[in-house]
Structures are given as structure tokens and as C-alpha cells.
């Protein structure tokens, strides 16, 4: 089993609509956790950490559910430009280890 | 301020050949890692340096795989006697501190292509 998991999609969705994506995690003591958004030949950047207590940042919410072990990211009113992959990512786990471990991703494109 | 830069953009070579990739981390950036990225695959983890040591290697795939930090600032990825195999896309990324909150920054990546 991965350590990361998520649907690699692709999703395709009209403009406006409400899209959401999950990850699950096999490392029950992992400790921090991200959502990062990667486009066609670019480099990954974050779109937001994702808190126990769930967290919003305009048209996105991402939750965590440590007890069943998985992530999600919600995705209101899409836009065109929200098309790209995004990037589950889980941290730590064990003392000392700060790498991250990535999901493969999940390919959103968002249709006019 | 100015982001993590990679060098070269792009690195074509033949295989069995020897490559250098270079890594410039944020100012001020304890932390520095290594990935490399496959065609349709999330960044796979490869190294960790803290300062100018390596705390973590566990995802060097081989010994032909070695990475350097000297002074603690710039890192250089070294692959030795390339195979077809080791084309990626390698990701560097650096973050304030080794703190698991720390939020990494990437670069642009360096495409490796071996013939």
C-alpha cells in the first residue's frame, strides 16, 4: 500500500462547480499535512496546511480526519484557472523526518 | 524576495555519462531537500540536508546517486554513470527549518533526459 493515496483523476468539471478531492495516509503518527498545486510543467507550490480543525481560505476548505486517516480539499464556484494537479502531502512521522511524502496527485481541469 | 533556483533548466546527456545539478535555496534556509518527479507521479523524496550535513538519505535510489551541501547554502546532485532510468524531473526545495510545519519551497526543477 502507498503511503499516500489519492484518485489521479482526471476530474473534469464546468465552470461554478463544487469539487472535492481526498487522500488517505497509511502512517498514523504522520504530524503535519498539505495540500500543494502543481500546473503542467512547474514546480509544486502550497495551497494551504491542513489543520486538525479544518481550515478555509477563500473558495478552498481543507479538512483532516486523523482518526480515519485521510485529507480532503474542497474546491467552491470553480475557476478555469483552478485546472492543474493537486498534490496530497503528508509530513513527519518519525522523530527526525521531515521529508515529504507526495501522493501521485489529482488532475483537475475545469471546463468553460 | 528571490525563490529556490535550480541550474540547469534542462540537462540532456547519454547514458553512462556523469551530471551535475545544482540547487540554490531560499536566503536564510536551513533546510534543503532533493525529489525527483517521474512523468504522471507526485515528487518522490530523495535527500534532506540540515546545514551542511545530510540528515537523511534514505531515498538515494543508489550509490551512483550523491548529493553535497559544503557551506551550508548551495547543494549540488551528482549522478554518476547514468541510466535511461534516472530521466525526471529533480525538484529541490529548501524550508526555514527542520520543523515538520515548515512550509518547503520548490524550485523549478532541473529535466534530466539520458539518451
Known amino acids: 500500500r502507498k503511503e499516500v493515496e489519492q484518485d489521479p483523476g482526471p476530474f473534469n468539471v464546468p465552470e461554478g462547480a463544487t469539487v472535492a478531492f481526498n487522500c488517505t495516509y497509511s502512517?498514523?503518527?504522520?504530524?503535519?499535512f498539505f495540500w500543494y498545486r502543481q500546473d503542467c510543467r512547474k514546480e509544486p507550490k502550497l495551497l494551504m496546511s491542513?489543520?486538525?480543525s479544518g481550515n478555509e481560505d477563500g473558495r478552498f476548505t481543507a479538512q483532516l480526519n486523523r482518526a480515519s486517516q485521510y485529507i480532503s480539499l474542497l474546491i467552491r464556484d470553480s475557476k478555469l484557472s483552478d485546472s492543474a494537479t493537486y498534490l496530497c502531502v503528508v509530513n513527519g512521522g518519525t522523530s527526525g523526518t521531515y521529508k515529504y511524502i507526495f501522493g501521485t496527485g489529482t488532475r483537475l481541469k475545469v471546463l468553460a | 524576495g528571490a525563490g529556490v533556483s535550480q541550474t540547469p533548466s534542462n540537462k540532456v546527456t547519454e547514458k553512462g555519462k556523469y551530471v551535475e545539478l545544482r540547487c540554490d535555496p531560499i536566503?536564510?534556509?536551513?533546510?534543503l531537500y532533493w525529489y525527483r518527479q517521474s512523468l504522471g507521479q507526485g515528487p518522490e523524496f530523495l535527500i534532506y540536508?540540515?546545514?551542511?550535513?545530510?540528515?537523511?538519505d534514505s531515498g538515494l535510489p543508489n550509490d551512483r546517486f550523491f548529493a553535497v551541501r559544503p557551506e551550508g547554502s548551495v547543494s549540488t546532485l551528482k549522478i554518476q554513470r547514468t541510466e535511461r532510468g534516472d530521466s525526471a524531473v529533480y525538484l529541490c526545495?529548501?524550508?526555514?527549518?527542520?520543523?515538520?510545519?515548515?512550509?518547503?519551497?520548490f524550485g523549478p526543477g532541473t529535466r534530466l533526459t539520458v539518451l
Open positions: 526545495a529548501s524550508s526555514l527549518g527542520p520543523s515538520t510545519t515548515d512550509t518547503q519551497y
Open positions: 540536508f540540515q546545514g551542511t550535513g545530510a540528515a537523511d
Open positions: 502512517n498514523s503518527a504522520s504530524q503535519s
Open positions: 491542513v489543520y486538525s
Open positions: 536566503s536564510g534556509h536551513t533546510a
